[in-house]
């Protein structure tokens, strides 16, 4: 399998975790959005109820779309990385709280700046600090997948901050290598879910394993 070959069919995946809406609708169709309980085929089911998020600059509204997997007949809501699972904030406004933890700011600075309650911050930090070794883990083959083998990064000095980093790293390797204009906490949202959904390689991934894992095979990704 030839390094851009791996590439383009990584940059599917991570756009059918619905980073891009024009790209969700016409891979729906033709059956190539994959289920992420049993990886079969999603259909189309109509749509989920309309909702609002929270950004940084106001209100946005989103009507997601609802899927369907036909072989073990359950339904998914297919929701935009710009929005985070079960949050009413958007990915740009967590992930701004959780850049200013690592940095060293204390909830309650970043409650003020952002204009959210500090209990509403403090418990995007918790369930973020709770997840924080799993979503690292989970992200680092993206970017050896991606970029080929890196440097080992150095602590960044919490479990929040080398997650936060390790994001970053994954984000950074997506925009550069596949050509997404997602911003870096929209894939962190498509690739881990952020504070909600148990951190896993996303549906499809598992057979890029051999390649991810393989040096010889990472460094002929660096390389093409
Ligand atoms: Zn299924």
Same mark, same amino acid.
């Given at each position: 399998?030839?390094? *851009?070959?791996?590439? #383009? ?5 991570? =756009? ?37 998020? $929270? ?21 998914? !809501? +297919?929701?935009?990385?710009? *929005? ?8 740009? !406004?967590?992930?701004? &709280? +959780?850049? /200013?933890?690592? =940095? ?9 700046? +952002?204009? $959210? @309650? ?18 690292? &883990? ?6 050896? &997948?991606?970029?080929?083998? *890196? ?7 919490? @479990? ?11 984000? #950074? ?21 952020? +504070? ?5 390689? @996303?549906?499809?991934? /598992?057979?890029? &394993?051999?390649?991810?894992?393989? @040096?010889?095979?990472?460094? /002929?990704?660096?390389?093409?």
């Amino acid at each position: 399998m030839s390094g *851009s070959g791996v590439c #383009m069919r990584l940059r599917a995946f991570v =756009l059918a975790m619905t980073v891009d809406a024009d790209v969700v609708e016409p891979d729906l169709a033709v059956g190539r959005l994959r289920c992420p309980g049993c990886e079969g085929p999603l259909a189309r089911w109509g749509f989920a109820r309309r909702r609002a998020v $929270r950004m940084l600059d106001g209100m946005r509204s989103v009507r997601p779309r609802r899927a369907r997997c036909h072989a073990c007949e359950t339904t998914h !809501v +297919l929701l935009p990385a710009f *929005s985070v699972p079960r949050r009413r904030d958007g990915a740009e !406004v967590i992930g701004e &709280a +959780l850049l /200013s933890k690592a =940095l060293g700011d204390g909830h309650r600075k970043i409650a003020a700046r +952002l204009g $959210r @309650p500090p209990g509403t911050v403090r418990g995007w930090l918790r369930t973020f600090t709770r997840r924080a070794d799993a979503v690292a &883990a989970s992200v680092r083959p993206w970017a050896h &997948a991606i970029e080929g083998a *890196s440097r080992p990064r150095p602590p960044a000095g919490s @479990p929040l901050a080398d997650a936060v980093d390790a994001l970053g790293t994954a984000a #950074m390797a997506c925009r550069l290598h596949l050509r997404t204009q997602a911003s870096p906490w929209e894939l962190a949202v498509a690739l881990t879910g952020l +504070l909600y959904g148990r951190p896993r390689d @996303p549906p499809g991934f /598992s057979r890029f &394993a051999p390649v991810v894992r393989v @040096p010889s095979r990472t460094t /002929s990704l660096q390389n093409s």
